[in-house]
């Protein structure tokens, strides 16, 4: 529904009682959505990206690893900022961005995919995970923006997992 609504330019009330993949568009649903299509119009305009720089449900396949890939929810792949927003429609388990690594490989899929060979001539990343019906009532959105220490912690792990694929990496 995020995806359709965001492509479309409408509101995720219009499809209120209508069933999509299976499922019954809600007034929680709605409420959801919208708080997640505010929250990607936030970011694109605070990084100054175009509509052209966003990507719903975009799949990213690693160039390192056929194994290493994943469909991000929401990728921002401005010209001076890069942002990965994901959203968590579950209530069971509150997801954190801080070091999240989801988020962290979208991040680096998306860096690979938008940024390459100028791997470093991107802004500051931003980690976002918008989950609207956190059953504690947190933060609805949650916001990380990896310092470079972290970036590097991360990558060093990950190219120990790539080298060992399947369980082998301890």
Not at 15 to 37: A, H, K, N, P, W
Not at 133 to 153: I, Q, S
């Amino acid at each position: 529904l995020g995806q359709r609504c965001y492509l479309l330019g409408c509101d995720p009330g219009e499809f209120l009682g209508e069933e999509i993949e299976g499922y019954e568009v809600t007034q929680e649903m709605v409420d959801s959505i919208r708080i997640y299509l505010e929250t990607i119009e936030s970011v694109r305009e605070e990084l100054g990206a175009t509509r052209e720089e966003c990507h719903c449900e975009l799949f990213m396949e690693s160039e390192l690893s056929s194994e290493f890939g994943g469909t991000a929810d929401f990728v921002i792949a401005a010209r001076d900022a890069v942002a990965i927003i994901d959203f968590k429609y579950g209530s069971g388990v509150n997801v954190q961005a801080e070091n999240n690594l989801q988020l962290l490989c979208y991040l680096y899929l998306a860096l690979e995919r938008f940024y390459f060979p100028h791997f470093g001539s991107w802004g500051q990343p931003v980690l976002v995970v918008v989950q609207p019906r956190t059953w504690n009532h947190e933060e609805k959105v949650k916001r990380w923006e990896p310092g470079l220490d972290e970036w590097k912690e991360f990558l060093e792990e990950l190219r120990e997992v790539i080298k060992h694929p399947r369980g082998q990496y301890v």
